[in-house]
């Protein structure tokens, strides 16, 4: 069966309304099609009786299988002991599928699954305290954290009592059934015998071959839906469902438009000067492409009116697709069905995709399809960028030529085409729209093509159209290169375009993906984190960074913070490394504003912009005006000055888990030795003999104009020291020093001022002071606006705020964060157990930093609440600022919990494995291994997680009491399991090969090779 969107012939297509009132194409085979409409749905969840398979041939196990595949979860219910069952069940279903396989009593709580060897595993025992059933348990556990709402859940049972027979042959006696089961209310019953279940099942299958491409995922952990069309969510949903790939980003507003829409595409590195007050740079807004007008017999289509039976929105976050169903019968009575698909290429950046199909369900007439490039966009804040537009329509596509006011060109073309019901894979596309009437037209701003296409009843039109987008800062002849390009496109089969970007996402998934058995919603909230973050990133772009809301919305303008380096890019260090590579020689490039603003403010070396756009200069507005119409003064700009240790510590890290020494010889020493050149003049030396670093603010930006702020402290002595370290170890080039003018006396400068900066640990209790002073402020705790209408500090003022002990959000929690070795293990709890019950988490940066400190510290409830509250951040939009694009900050914090956290990732000394690895080659370049302290959490049964180390992929893999990794590259490394902080045994892993340890008791066996062939 054909898809929708290939090249090549399909049959007649016909309408099925499920249960749920949502549609369905459906192509089925002869057998199929006499089943009831209610089945031709794509359902994620399928419970059946198993007593079913008795009958059925081979063929319902094989199908099964595919579904499995798919993505379903389906779950076989028995009167039959269950293991019996799951042993039945293993020569039909292959072991990778079984992870979505479930096993359960009809009559009773027993329920198993598999693990990911495919082997069962026991999930509820027989007899649970609160006598809940095993069908209530696997709600609960697996199907509705993955929100697969009732609609999408289908329960089939014997069709006759002769056929209620268990699979042995014996009578069912009094077992209850599916259809008599309560939790199973509002899902789609259906009854089977032999023959009818596998009609059921091969429909199944057959209706994601039909659609295609367009078909959203079965498998609900990689889907994120929004169904209906809600006026006062929609910003927020064009930020959640927004598509992106680094060089470009475009939020998922409606093709058609609203009155509420916000379109907006993002050209990542691109700024010109907002209409806030301040006027500070915004990322410019690109003309919008995605704009796809549908009439139908003259009437517009649109979801905002009435006559909208369905509409449903998903983000495929495995393939990278938006994709969108709409059943709507406009006010003439027709009714037309509509799919559409939007893609941003990951395969090539300049590639934007979408794709089209209408299908007329009652009348044969016209259609009129507008597609446009529009330059009328402004900023949120106002701004129209765009000096004025060039429309070329003799030229070959459409082809749209636009001027900013600050210089920047870009050529955007954009062709529109028909797939034809008969051609053959590898045939060209045609030029022209076949049947149909176009023209093109062109305004002061805007260039359209507009056909008018003959639709006849129960036959879907397909149409698709490649944009692309070139810019000035790419080539100095954007219209040029955009032309070729598309011309390059039009040549091509939409399967391939299409396939060229999935096989670019499925490439990043295998370095990025995780997973979680026993937790599947933060499994799917860290997907969405994951897609986010890959989506974010050009590893071929120095010259701009990740802003703090992605290339999802406008918020911040699209300023870059701290955010990046400390929560952003830890995740590419570890998955995807040339682009952190490339944020970080960013932050090179904008060298030159960091020491302009440290000598504006009477300093050495450089110190960061707290807001950096562009040009590295400093971007935070000296003032904002409130909702309630008050100016108030921002100090971040002037006093936050930790960024540029977080900065430095980055650099540092990304050096130590990759090995990139070209980068740590040049542009990273330049990094480090002007950050620390800055601590150094910045630092005052006290009569108490510490030297103190006064008038900051640090990550609680409750509390300005502190003194001896922990984290900056603390932070620029690692700054400093490791400064230190690589001038006096030879590591900078000749012409890095040379260039910099370095004194020979600095690095001894440097280790003093570090050695005497006052770090804030109370001797009698360990506690680390978050600043001086505050100790001494009044006393707060969190628990006592726990049920709060809004933030803390508007509730409390801010004389109240900077009086009392409330912090803003992980403050000396996140310095335990990132400096876990330096704090003393004696102090590291009593820390937590501090500060934790007095932060407001007024940040979405917060939650994941406590996360990550309180998995570490094997703190479970507070793991598990803090890792539940940073997924919610944009999934729940608990910020309530989701409109403004997605907390990315907090979606790299989530991984690091996941892998410094729960996984327990670190570094060891070689020094410290020379015991355990009395054999093993000297490396000299691998002066660290890479360790494992696992810490998983209650009900995760195992967890993967990928981590690149070194040129070096290494596949982990947690387990209660066990650990195995798996190596892939070209030479040996070392890795280390810990236990409470000590290496308990390490071994040099060979690429190609899988190695296991085991907690037996209290003793952790020595590393073994499990490879199998």
């Known amino acids: 069966m054909s898809s929708l969107l290939e090249d090549s012939a399909t049959g007649p297509t016909v309408l099925a309304r499920g249960g749920s009132g949502s549609p369905t194409i459906a192509n ?36 099964l299988d595919v579904l499995l595949a798919m993505g379903v979860r389906v779950a076989l219910f028995a009167g039959e002991a269950v293991p019996h069952l799951a042993r039945r069940l293993e020569r039909g279903v292959r072991a990778e599928n079984r992870r979505r396989l479930f096993l359960g009593a009809l009559d009773g709580a027993e329920l198993h699954g598999f693990d990911r060897r495919g082997a069962a595993v026991a999930l509820v025992a027989r007899a649970e ?80 071959r039909e659609l295609g491409p367009l078909a959203a995922p ?45 379109p907006a595409t993002f050209i990542a590195g691109a700024f010109e000067p907002s209409a806030d007050v301040s006027r500070v740079p915004e990322l410019v807004i690109a003309p919008d492409w995605g704009r796809l007008n549908v009439a139908i017999e003259g009437e517009p289509f649109s979801a905002e009116t009435g006559g909208v039976l369905h509409h449903h929105r998903a983000l495929d976050m495995r393939r990278g697709v938006l994709l969108r169903e709409v059943l709507r019968r406009d006010e003439g009575g027709h009714l037309i069905h509509l799919h559409t698909l939007h893609a941003a290429s990951l395969a090539n950046r300049h590639v934007l995709m979408e794709a089209l199909s209408i299908a007329p369900l009652n009348f044969t007439g016209t259609i009129r399809v507008d597609a446009i490039l529009s ?127 999935t096989r670019a996402w499925a490439e990043r998934w295998r370095h990025a993906d995780v997973e979680i058995d026993g937790a599947p919603r933060i499994e799917r909230a860290l997907r969405f984190a994951l897609y986010h973050l890959i989506g974010a990133a050009n590893p071929d772009d120095p010259r701009c960074s990740i802003g703090a809301r992605g290339l999802s919305g406008e918020a911040y303008r699209g300023h870059v913070f701290w955010d990046t380096e400390t929560f952003l890019v830890p995740f590419y260090t570890h998955c995807y490394p040339e682009a952190a590579r490339a944020l970080l020689l960013y932050r090179h490039r904008t060298l030159a504003g960091a020491r302009r603003k440290a000598k504006a403010l009477g300093y050495e070396g450089a110190l960061y912009a707290w807001e950096s756009a562009d040009t590295g200069d400093e971007t935070t507005p000296p003032l904002v005006v409130t909702p309630f119409g008050e100016v108030v003064r921002v100090l971040s700009g002037e006093q936050e000055h930790h960024i540029s240790a977080d900065i430095a510590y980055a650099v540092h890290a990304y050096v130590r888990a990759t090995g990139d020494l070209d980068f740590q010889r040049g542009e ?31 990550p609680d930006e409750y509390h300005e104009t502190v003194d001896d702020n922990a984290f900056t402290n603390w932070m620029a002595r690692y700054n400093l020291r490791v400064a230190a370290a690589i001038v006096r170890r030879n590591v900078a ?12 006396d600095e690095p001894d400068r440097w280790c003093d001022v570090a050695d005497r900066l006052l770090l804030g640990i109370d001797p009698q209790t360990g506690l680390i002071e978050q600043f001086a002073g505050y100790f001494g402020l009044a006393p707060f705790s969190i628990a006592d606006y726990a049920v709060r209408s809004a933030p803390v500090d508007v509730l409390l003022g801010r004389e109240r705020t900077q009086a009392c002990q409330v912090v803003k959000q992980a403050d000396v929690v996140q310095l335990i964060a990132l400096l876990w070795s330096a704090v003393p293990a004696s102090a590291r709890r009593d820390n937590f157990l501090y500060y934790e019950p007095r932060t407001a988490h007024g940040s979405s940066l917060s939650p994941s930093a406590h996360a990550l400190v309180a998995a570490r510290l094997d703190l479970h409830a507070h793991a598990e609440r803090y890792f539940e509250q940073t997924a919610d951040i944009d999934l729940g939009n608990t910020m309530g600022n989701s409109a403004g694009g997605v907390h990315i900050a907090a979606m790299g914090g989530l991984w690091q919990a996941v892998a410094f956290g729960v996984a327990g990732v670190t570094r060891v000394p070689r020094s410290a494995l020379s015991e355990a690895l009395p ?53 040996p490394l070392p890795i280390c399991l810990l236990d409470a902080g000590t290496p308990a045994c390490a071994v040099l892993a060979e690429p190609g090969r899988r190695y296991a340890t085991r907690r037996l008791g209290d003793r952790v066996t020595p590393w073994e090779e499990v490879t199998t062939c």
């Open 218 to 262: 079965r498998d609900a952990a990689w889907i994120i839906e929004e169904p209906g069309f809600d006026v006062a969510r929609e910003h927020e949903i064009e930020s959640l469902l927004a598509i992106a790939n680094g060089y470009l980003g475009s939020r998922a507003s409606l093709p058609e438009g609203s009155r509420v829409s916000r």
């Open 129 to 208: 305290p609160d006598g809940r059933s095993a069908i209530a348990a696997l709600l609960d556990q697996v199907i509705a954290p993955l929100r697969i709402e009732p609609h999408d859940r289908l329960a089939i049972s014997p069709e006759s009592r002769e056929s209620r027979e268990s699979l042995d042959g014996a009578p069912a006696g009094g077992a209850r059934g599916l259809r008599d089961a309560p939790e199973l209310a509002g899902a789609v019953h259906a009854t089977a015998g032999a023959q009818r279940l596998s009609e059921i099942l091969a429909l199944q299958r057959d209706l994601d």
């Open 919 to 971: 054999h093993a080659p000297p490396c000299p370049d691998e002066d660290e291994a890479i360790g494992i302290e696992p810490h998983l959490l209650p009900g995760w049964r195992h967890l993967k997680i990928p981590i690149t180390w070194r040129g070096r992929a290494l596949e982990i893999h947690v387990e209660d009491g066990a650990v195995e990794v798996a190596l892939e590259g070209s030479a």
């Open 28 to 63: 089925a085979p002869a057998a199929a099609v006499k089943l009831p409409a209610e089945l031709h749905h794509r359902f994620r969840f399928i419970a059946i009786d198993a007593r079913l398979l008795a009958e059925a041939a081979d063929g319902a196990a094989a199908l």
């Open 733 to 744: 080039r000749a012409d890095v020093l040379a260039r910099l003018d370095l004194r020979p």
């Open 375 to 501: 330059g009328d966009v402004k900023s949120a804040s106002g701004a129209a960028h765009w000096a004025g537009f060039a429309a070329d329509a003799s030229a070959k596509s459409l082809l749209l030529v636009g001027h900013t006011h600050g210089g920047l060109v870009t050529a955007m073309t954009s062709h529109l085409r028909e797939l034809p019901e008969q051609a053959a894979e590898c045939s060209s596309p045609p030029e022209l729209l076949e049947g149909a009437r176009c023209e093109r037209t062109t305004g002061a701003r805007s260039i359209a093509e507009r056909c008018d296409v003959g639709v006849r009843v129960a036959e879907p039109r397909r149409l698709f159209r490649t944009t692309t987008l070139h810019t000035s800062r790419d080539t100095p002849t954007p219209r040029e290169a955009g032309e070729a390009l598309q011309a390059e496109l039009s040549s091509r089969t939409t399967a391939g375009l299409l396939g060229e970007h």
């Open 668 to 698: 990273g020493a330049e990094i480090l030795i002007e950050t620390a050149r800055f601590w150094a003049s910045r630092a005052e030396l006290g009569p108490d003999g510490h030297a103190h670093i006064r008038r900051v603010i640090g």
